[in-house]
């Protein structure tokens, strides 16, 4: 009897032990996304599909796991701060909304590791690779290894303002400029027409962060044939492009007040920028497809209404035809925005079936009915969006991209002080580049850098 018993115990207790469900995991996501603000699509997105369907999918495989998204409404700029501090003492969200410019400096700092060495062999199993080109694997990787996957890329323009250019007597659809002059001569009919306006708008100064060096500096320097590194890879540090550069923003914000120089050193002062665009005081903005994806969308803060009828976009031009990079008429640049896994994440396999179910065909394809955009899976279609297939068809060809450099977050910084100096008239053009080259020549070395005559 008393071993029947004990077997019958025996049996019930494993019996109840392959019933118990297996140890709950709590993951997070977090990203510069509110729903009904800032990127309010992706965190819809995050929300409404990508949630749900993994913990859908991972419960159907007999895992007990939930998700939670931790939105962040401040700026990247502040978004990277504290990813920073979360990353170096061992917070912060398993899924971090990542720009792949930062993933140098993070990795010299230690604060990020590759995705195989966190997760394992799963990584390089992923199906996924096999959609997306080696060439976008590189806007998440640094030194040979990937840290994180892009959601897709970018270009940048000028977006225009059709009825602003229709009162100063300027065919919208019709005008492309080829100089810079042509957009000063632009710029100068719409403030005769519309005085209160503030129809040109290039970003710099400091607050406006990383926007200031892609959207602003480099959209100019480009157009004066040059960049911030030279083909032997060593950092510009002085030019006569640059002075050009500098010099037009003297005239935009100073000489002749074509731009709210104000918004371009207040803290919110791209949200401004935004803004003045929506209520009809700027007429052209340089910005990248961003803006026309999220920042005007329907429903976000700044929805521009009527938005296809009102607004269109141009090229930017080189400062004259054939001067910009590689002897280009027209200019542009690209980035990648996407995710990376927290280095301390107490489930980083977990984690990594996460990313990569975001980054699933199936997931990216609902994200295209959020916010359609170019992704990198080369199985996952842009939907009908005539001006996201007209830019990057137009765009891509001209593009090129930052300097994958550990050093590049510091010289970015530089790029946004030098900007500001002149902005702000603390500094003459030459005196700013020359602080330039001295704070540059500090921070990378002087046998790396380069002065063009």
């Known amino acids: 009897m008393v071993g029947r018993l004990k077997t019958l115990m025996i049996a019930l207790a494993g019996a109840s032990a392959m019933a118990a469900p297996a140890f709950a995991t709590d993951l997070s996501i977090t990203c510069r996304c509110v729903e009904g603000g800032a990127n309010s699509q992706m965190a819809e997105w995050i929300k409404q599909s990508v949630i749900p369907g993994f913990e859908k999918m991972k419960s159907e495989s007999g895992e007990d796991v939930t998700v939670t998204l931790k939105e962040f409404a401040g700026q990247d700029e502040q978004l990277t701060q504290q990813q920073a501090l979360d990353f170096s ?12 410019f930062l993933i140098p400096s993070f990795v010299e700092a230690g604060l990020l590791k590759p995705l195989d060495e966190l997760a394992g ?19 998440m990787s640094f030194d040979g ?45 719409i403030k005769e027409a519309v005085p209160d306006s503030s129809p040109l708008q290039i970003n710099a100064g400091v607050s406006m962060g990383e926007a200031t060096t892609m959207q602003g500096y480099y959209m100019l320097v480009l157009g004066a044939d ?12 002085s030019s006569p492009g640059i002075l050009d550069t500098l010099n037009f923003y003297k005239t935009v914000y100073l000489d002749e007040e074509l731009g709210d120089r104000r ?36 429903g976000s803060e700044f929805e521009l209404k009527d938005r296809d009828n009102l607004m269109t ?36 396999e977990e984690a990594w079936d996460l990313l990569a179910y975001m980054n699933s065909k199936e ?43 550990a050093d590049y977050n510091k010289v970015s910084a530089e790029v946004q002080r030098m900007t500001e100096a002149v902005v702000s008239g603390e500094m003459s053009p030459e005196e700013a580049m020359e602080q330039y080259k001295s704070a540059v020549t500090e921070i990378v070395g002087a046998e790396n850098t380069v002065s063009l005559q």
């Open 313 to 348: 976009w141009k090229k930017m031009p080189a400062r004259e035809p054939g001067a910009g990079f590689s002897g280009q008429d027209f200019v542009t640049i690209s980035g990648g925005t996407g995710f990376v896994l927290n280095p301390n994440t107490d489930a980083p």
């Open 121 to 139: 062999p799963a990584v390089d199993e992923w199906e996924g690779w096999e959609h997306i080109s080696d060439g976008s694997k590189q806007l």
């Open 145 to 189: 290894k990937v840290y994180g996957i892009a959601l897709g890329t970018d270009v940048r323009m000028i977006f225009i303002r059709k009825d602003l250019f229709e009162q100063a007597g300027i065919d919208a659809d019709s005008w492309q400029p080829t100089s810079w002059d042509d957009l000063l001569d632009a710029a100068r009919k």
């Open 363 to 405: 997931q990216l394809e609902a994200f295209q009915t959020y916010q359609a955009r170019i992704r990198l899976r080369d199985d996952v279609g842009i939907p009908d969006s005539p001006f996201l297939s007209e830019t990057s068809q137009e765009l891509l060809p001209l593009t090129t991209a930052r300097p994958n450099d």
């Open 226 to 237: 040059s960049g911030l590194k030279d083909e032997d890879g060593k950092w510009i540090i």
């Open 263 to 298: 918004a371009q050193l207040l803290g919110d002062g791209r949200n401004r920028t935004f803004a003045n665009f929506r209520d009809g005081k700027t007429a052209m903005l340089v910005e990248g497809d961003w803006f026309y994806r999220a920042v005007t969308a329907p």
């Open 89 to 100: 003492t061992g917070a912060g969200a398993d899924v971090n909304g990542f720009d792949g």
